[in-house]
């Protein structure tokens, strides 16, 4: 949630930035709200200093045996009063609370401005794209060739865009999960935590998916409780500091975490349908920062570096994106998107996301500390370190022989009981 009190301050330059961002904010009920807000608080603070005022007198008063009773009536009514004056405002508070919860994060300068994907911006290109002297195969096609991939079994048993892996790709996609574990946390300094994957609906409040994307979740229905399954890792790992005051000697809290995800994607029907592109159920490993202020964007930087290496110790051909503002996620602030090459599509997908959220997650998660004699909102970055279903993809198709097998990453021979093909 944006800082409220930025908005009463400068509401042009927030509105102006909002605009960018292709939301409207509702000025006329921002406004409205808040003056209506402030007449509460200036009605409340006159009867609160009137109250205080006849207090003394009645002290007074009584000290010269005179009759207080009509007086204290007054003391009565400026309470009644004052209740209901309480209660106005809370219910004015909430409703600009409720409205805020639904506005996206403001964009950090270095956004450039944009409506859509093709504003974005290249960073950098990394590696060579492999050259074949054969038709390539896309990962469906090779995953049906090599019966390790079935489509029609996954909707069998559940229903469309879920996937069965068998044999040694399932062994290859085990085996990049605990790959990129190893390297985050004894080559990046991450510490793992394994979390629930579900939640309640104060999680998903506190890390923005709630309640403007409540159609892209799984609801589990249950009689006394709203849960759900998580559509990422950062969810869970991310509220392990939601309503905590963290020491300043515990900073930067550094987590990787693998996890299952599962989105409905309601919005997205249409698109990328075919093979393991887009899935209802992926895995990820997901890397989450908890930060100062002040070091945010330093890690922003660090934290894509790390997601990067897995690309590189791969060797997968791949570019970092910058996303303009109308690409940018609701709770971003800045995203880098990690794009690797698929030599059967000949274009780059996205593979990682890893964004800087600055307080807007901490505001509405209540995670703050003591920084430089002063209680702040903590800042949370987090990442894909990777997605694993499509490094898979990536691998299969990058990796693959004219005769339909799979070379084997060297950095994963050891993850592989030492094989480096899969064979037909």
């Not at 207080?68 to 209901?84: C, F, G, Y």
């Not at 935590?193 to 890390?207: A, D, F, R």
């Not at 922003?300 to 690409?327: F, M």
């Amino acid at each position: 949630m944006i800082d409220l009190n930025e908005i009463r301050n400068n509401p042009n330059l927030i509105f102006k930035k909002l605009k960018k961002r292709n939301f409207d904010f509702d000025e006329k009920f921002f406004i409205s709200s808040e003056n209506e807000r402030k007449k509460i608080q200036v009605l409340t603070e006159d009867l609160q200093n009137r109250r205080n005022k006849i207090s003394k007198e009645i002290g007074a008063r009584k000290k010269e045996g005179e009759d207080v009773s009509v007086i204290m009536e007054e003391v009565s009514k400026i309470n009644d009063n004052l209740k209901k004056l309480t209660l106005d405002l809370e219910q004015i508070q909430t409703k600009l609370r409720n409205y805020l919860l639904n506005v996206p994060n403001l964009c950090h300068e270095s956004v450039p401005e944009g409506i859509d994907e093709n504003y974005n911006e290249v960073i950098r290109t990394v590696g060579e794209k492999p050259n074949f002297d054969f038709s390539v195969l896309d990962h469906s096609d090779l995953g049906k060739k090599n019966e390790m991939i079935d489509f029609d079994l996954g909707s069998k048993i559940t229903g469309s865009r879920f996937t069965v892996l068998s044999g040694n790709f399932a062994k290859l996609h085990r085996a990049l999960k605990n790959f990129m574990i190893d390297v985050h946390t004894k080559e990046h300094g991450y510490e793992e935590v394994n979390v629930p994957y579900i939640v309640n609906s104060e999680s998903l409040h506190g890390t923005g998916q709630l309640p403007k994307f409540e159609m892209d979740l799984f609801k589990i229905e249950s009689k006394d409780n709203d849960f759900y399954l998580i559509p990422t890792a950062e969810v869970p790992v991310t509220n392990i500091v939601r309503n905590r005051i963290v020491n300043f000697s515990d900073l930067p809290i550094k987590y990787v975490c693998h996890s299952p995800c599962f989105r409905s994607e309601a919005g997205s029907y249409g698109k990328d349908t075919k093979g393991m592109i887009r899935q209802h159920q992926f895995e990820k490993v997901e890397l989450v920062q908890i930060i100062s202020p002040s070091d945010s964007y330093e890690a922003l930087e660090q934290l894509t570096s790390n997601a990067e290496s897995i690309l590189k110790k791969l060797k997968l051909h791949y570019r970092v994106s910058l996303l303009c503002t109308g690409d940018t996620s609701f709770s971003s602030s800045k995203t880098y998107d990690l794009e690797v090459w698929l030599p059967s599509q000949n274009t780059y997908r996205e593979i990682s996301s890893c964004s800087n959220f600055e307080g807007f997650q901490s505001r509405r998660m209540l995670a703050r500390s003591k920084i430089d004699g002063k209680m702040q909102f903590l800042h949370t970055i987090n990442g894909s370190g990777l997605a694993i279903g499509r490094t898979l993809v990536a691998i299969i198709e990058n990796y693959q022989q004219k005769d339909g097998s799979i070379q084997i990453p060297d950095v994963l021979t050891s993850y592989m009981d030492g094989q480096k093909v899969i064979n037909l």
